[in-house]
T-cell receptor
Framework: DAGVTQSPTHLIKTRGQQVTLRCSPK?????VSWYQQALGQGPQFIFQ???????QRGNFPDRFSGHQFPNYSSELNVNALLLGDSALYLC??????????????FGEGSRLTVL | QKEVEQDPGPLSVPEGAIVSLNCTYS??????FMWYRQYSRKGPELLMY????GNKEDGRFTAQVDKSSKYISLFIRDSQPSDSATYLC??????????????FGQGTILTVHP
């Protein structure tokens, strides 16, 4: 059973560019959440997608947007990249029917470096 | 003030030691409390899960939540070098619409040396 897969694993961009990160959730999961983890910090919630809609959002600017597809996979887009966007971007999947609401399954992340 | 505060360490202990990791939180709406473990260059994985106050034990790991003092603890007995990782405490509001929106602490880096 494949877990959460993310691509690409590493990428380097320059300020002002745009980036798209991709995520395939664990089999049987219908909800995808995205987190940003800066170096030496804990993950910060960006947003969550369920039924192809953004269900909730953290304190991130509109430069951060996302999408969920009918097969539950998801994309995170970041426009007009800033140096401060350099971080590990984690995708986490879960099931709305889960008995443990806080149980998220994380991918290994996409490490973004903005120069 | 961050909603979940965690001492980043780093913490270095000898093999076999008892490890105590702690967090405090400020949001009274938090009902679910979790500890995630993150190995280097990996995503976090759920280690322990507690609902409301109380203790929960799983092998060498014990999680404690004291809602009166808003204090979260993780104890590791007989620590092993394989326990070396970053430990993240996390909290979650009750209510379906909040599911998945975890608030994490900064993480504590633990090294267990042989």
């Amino acid at each position: 059973d494949a877990g959460v897969t993310q691509s690409p694993t590493h990428l380097i961009k320059t300020r002002g560019q745009q980036v798209t990160l991709r995520c395939s959730p664990k089999s049987g999961h219908d909800t995808v959440s995205w987190y940003q983890q800066a170096l030496g910090q804990g993950p910060q919630f960006i947003f969550q997608y369920y039924e192809e809609e953004e269900r909730q959002r953290g304190n991130f600017p509109d430069r951060f947007s996302g999408h969920q597809f009918p097969n539950y996979s998801s994309e995170l887009n970041v426009n007009a990249l800033l140096l401060g966007d350099s971080a590990l971007y984690l995708c986490a999947s879960s099931s709305t029917g889960a008995r443990t609401p806080g149980e998220l399954f994380f991918g290994e992340g996409s490490r973004l470096t903005v120069l | 003030q961050k909603e979940v505060e965690q001492d980043p360490g780093p913490l270095s202990v000898p093999e076999g030691a008892i490890v105590s990791l702690n967090c405090t939180y400020s949001n009274s709406a938090f009902q679910y409390f979790m500890w995630y473990r993150q190995y280097s260059r990996k995503g976090p994985e759920l280690l322990m899960y507690t609902y409301s106050s109380g203790n929960k034990e799983d092998g060498r790991f014990t999680a404690q939540v004291d809602k009166s003092s808003k204090y979260i603890s993780l104890f590791i007995r007989d620590s092993q070098p394989s326990d070396s990782a970053t430990y993240l405490c996390a909290s979650l509001n009750a209510g379906g619409t909040s599911y998945g929106k975890l608030t994490f602490g900064q993480g504590t880096i633990l090294t267990v040396h042989p």
